[in-house]
């Protein structure tokens, strides 16, 4: 308990302001609170960083003295993250804005305050404040509990437009007013996600039910077939040759006859049918990639893009080249100007007034869509 108060009391004095509010501070003035990952907290807590912001006087101490005060200020910041201390590339690179973040600095405060640090490792350590995020999001927590979640969630909710605050006043009640307003966030992304793979699910079962208009054609010819065959126990000779022939596909697909009864009087419509409901449902899934892309660029981009009287185009990269032509000896055409294709993304610009932005909507993985400038 000393150690703690003791930490915290050097984390006041050295930043004039929480650890979180700091951390957030620094991701909100940057502009792009992404960008932060376990490399940058590295960085921004540098004591040499820290020196050359004004916010350590070391004019007055010796040499012993400032290398016993940058001794306890490593110690105390290895203390908080025990994780700045890996060499896992994983880790190193891990965006201070993720879950993974979350559940991994969770873990280590949950553990550490057990004393169980030495005998636990990082997977394990990281289990346990996917535990706790869990029990956040499902039921109740105590008051130690969301202690462990002070951080992160004032760490999510800097780069998050609609939920920003500034943890000015970091009395308890704000603190916890805090976790509960991440965890209600997270709530609703959480049954978003939930919501796209039952959308999903409805999409690929439409989209491995789609078939070519000949394909759809021969399978309703083959139900009537089937259903003459059930009711009579047999198939006239001169419809097994017409259909070995293809004259009744020909005439349906053409729109002149009915295989049978049974069969959709319009093979056209029925192909249509089937083909919008796989573009809805296309639609549907393809809706929450963009906005999934949206939700992660910055608050101003997001707020350019959103601009009165913003004009969107959809553009291809052109280069010019000022080479000169190499004269090979044959008679070439030679065209100076060139288009570039980029793989797997679709470009568009977004000009405000005499300004322009180029934006690429860039698949990467899976499930995962992010928006570039």
Same mark, same amino acid.
């Given at each position: 308990?000393?150690?703690?108060?003791?930490?915290?009391?050097?984390?006041?004095?050295?930043?004039?302001?929480?650890?979180?509010?700091?951390?957030?501070?620094?991701?909100?003035?940057?502009?792009?609170?992404?960008?932060?990952?376990?490399?940058?907290?590295?960085?921004?807590?540098?004591?040499?960083?820290?020196?050359?912001?004004?916010?350590?006087?070391?004019?007055?101490?010796?040499?012993?003295?400032?290398?016993?005060?940058?001794?306890?200020?490593?110690?105390?910041?290895?203390?908080?993250?025990?994780?700045?201390?890996?060499?896992?590339?994983?880790?190193?690179?891990?965006?201070?804005?993720?879950?993974?973040?979350?559940?991994?600095?969770?873990?280590?405060?949950?553990?550490?305050?057990?004393?169980?640090?030495?005998?636990?490792?990082?997977?394990?350590?990281?289990?346990?404040?996917?535990?706790?995020?869990?029990?956040?999001?499902?039921?109740?927590?105590?008051?130690?509990?969301?202690?462990?979640?002070?951080?992160?969630?004032?760490?999510?909710?800097?780069?998050?437009?609609?939920?920003?605050?500034?943890?000015?006043?970091?009395?308890?009640?704000?603190?916890?007013?805090?976790?509960?307003?991440?965890?209600?966030?997270?709530?609703?992304?959480?049954?978003?996600?939930?919501?796209?793979?039952?959308?999903?699910? *409805? &999409?690929?079962? =439409?989209?491995?039910?789609? %078939?070519?208009? !000949?394909? /759809?054609?021969?399978?309703?010819?083959?139900?009537?077939?089937?259903?003459?065959?059930?009711?009579?126990?047999?198939?006239?000779?001169?419809?097994?040759?017409?259909?070995?022939?293809?004259?009744?596909?020909?005439?349906?697909?053409?729109?002149?006859?009915?295989?049978?009864?049974?069969?959709?009087?319009?093979?056209?419509?029925?192909?249509?049918?089937?083909?919008?409901?796989?573009?809805?449902?296309?639609?549907?899934?393809?809706?929450?990639?963009?906005?999934?892309?949206?939700?992660?660029?910055?608050?101003?981009?997001? *707020? &350019?893009?959103? =601009?009165?009287?913003?004009? %969107?185009?959809? !553009?291809? /990269?052109?280069?010019?080249?000022?080479?000169?032509?190499?004269?090979?000896?044959?008679?070439?055409?030679?065209?100076?100007?060139?288009?570039?294709?980029?793989?797997?993304?679709?470009?568009?610009?977004?000009?405000?007034?005499?300004?322009?932005?180029?934006?690429?909507?860039?698949?990467?993985?899976?499930?995962?869509?992010?928006?570039?400038?």
């Amino acid at each position: 308990m000393a150690k703690t108060v003791i930490k915290e009391w050097l984390f006041h004095q050295v930043l004039a302001c929480s650890l979180e509010k700091y951390i957030f501070d620094k991701m909100v003035s940057s502009g792009y609170p992404s960008y932060f990952t376990v490399s940058s907290l590295k960085a921004i807590f540098n004591m040499n960083e820290l020196i050359k912001e004004g916010r350590v006087n070391i004019a007055h101490l010796d040499a012993e003295q400032r290398n016993g005060l940058n001794i306890m200020w490593e110690n105390h910041l290895s203390e908080e993250f025990p994780f700045l201390q890996s060499q896992d590339k994983n880790i190193i690179a891990m965006s201070l804005q993720s879950q993974d973040f979350a559940d991994l600095y969770t873990g280590y405060k949950a553990v550490n305050h057990m004393g169980k640090m030495a005998e636990t490792s990082s997977e394990e350590i990281t289990a346990v404040g996917r535990s706790l995020w869990n029990m956040a999001f499902s039921e109740s927590i105590t008051i130690n509990e969301a202690g462990y979640l002070i951080l992160p969630s004032v760490i999510m909710m800097a780069g998050n437009t609609t939920h920003q605050s500034d943890p000015e006043d970091y009395s308890l009640s704000v603190k916890l007013a805090v976790v509960d307003k991440y965890i209600q966030y997270q709530k609703k992304v959480i049954a978003s996600q939930q919501d796209f793979i039952v959308k999903y699910n *409805d &999409f690929s079962t =439409s989209l491995s039910s789609w %078939v070519s208009k !000949i394909t /759809l054609a021969d399978s309703i010819i083959d139900d009537c077939f089937t259903s003459e065959f059930l009711k009579t126990g047999t198939v006239s000779p001169k419809k097994e040759l017409m259909i070995k022939s293809g004259s009744i596909r020909e005439g349906y697909m053409n729109g002149f006859s009915k295989p049978c009864d049974a069969a959709p009087d319009s093979l056209d419509k029925e192909y249509e049918k089937l083909t919008r409901d796989l573009s809805e449902k296309f639609k549907t899934v393809n809706r929450f990639f963009i906005n999934n892309a949206f939700s992660l660029i910055e608050k101003s981009e997001l *707020d &350019f893009i959103s =601009s009165a009287g913003a004009k %969107v185009n959809s !553009i291809r /990269l052109f280069m010019h080249t000022l080479l000169p032509m190499i004269n090979t000896g044959h008679d070439t055409y030679y065209d100076p100007n060139f288009y570039i294709d980029v793989k797997d993304a679709d470009l568009f610009s977004v000009t405000v007034g005499n300004e322009e932005m180029v934006y690429a909507l860039k698949k990467k993985i899976f499930h995962q869509t992010p928006l570039i400038k």
